[in-house]
């Protein structure tokens, strides 16, 4: 079975979460996401996985990730599977355009889903039913330039409204509230931010 790199990245996230203030697990972090996000030389992934390993061995990780990739890649047994989600953001520049929105749903009583999407909105609202089995209705909307880097900002400012951190089969993106003061603050956000 193929190791998938972007699952370790995550860990990788989750270990720099855990202790900010480490240098070590902040460079493991960083040269995992330039194994994934770059187009690299087999021989370059290994030399940024033997990195991985040594830097685990000094930390004294439970679980030794520099060593699974490296084994992974010398026998070609690994992909990067990266998220649909997650490749918007990553290609996302400051030409990208697209929509900054709030939506309502009756399956999801006092809660407010923040999205942004580069399609139009009906088909947002569409390929959600699609994908989660339950209609979303698109009740503000705002055009912005990098709207997935904006999305990020705003799930950061209503953070502590979060209806939930894990999710099984349905999307995390749900807060709290009331979609008039949360369209209020988010168009306050915004037009600041174009000051």
């Known amino acids: 079975m193929a190791v998938d790199l972007f699952q370790i990245y995550k860990m990788y996230i989750q270990r720099c979460k855990r202790r900010p203030l ?3 697990h902040a ?6 996401e330039n194994l994934i996000k770059n187009d ?10 033997e990195q991985l390993k040594r830097r685990e061995i000094v930390l004294g990780a439970r679980v030794n990730y520099g060593a699974r990739i490296l084994r992974a890649l010398e026998e070609g047994a690994y992909k990067i599977d990266v998220p649909y989600q997650v490749l918007h953001r990553w290609r996302e520049t400051d030409r990208t355009e697209g929509w900054i929105y709030l939506a309502v749903s009756e399956d999801k009583s006092g809660q407010v889903k923040i999205g942004a999407t580069t399609m139009p909105i009906w088909k947002r609202e569409y390929s959600y039913n699609y994908r989660y089995g339950y209609s979303i209705d698109v009740v503000w909307k705002r055009r912005v330039s990098m709207p997935f880097t904006l999305e990020t900002d705003l799930k950061e400012i209503f953070r502590s409204s979060l209806v939930s951190g894990l999710t099984d089969g349905d999307s995390n993106e749900w807060y709290f509230g009331n979609c008039e003061q949360m369209s209020l603050q988010v168009d ?8």
């Open 22 to 24: 480490n240098e070590r």
């Open 27 to 32: 460079r493991n972090k960083e040269d995992m």
């Open 40 to 49: 690299l030389t087999l021989e370059e992934m290994k030399e940024i996985a």
């Open 188 to 195: 306050q956000y915004i037009d600041d931010l174009e000051g």
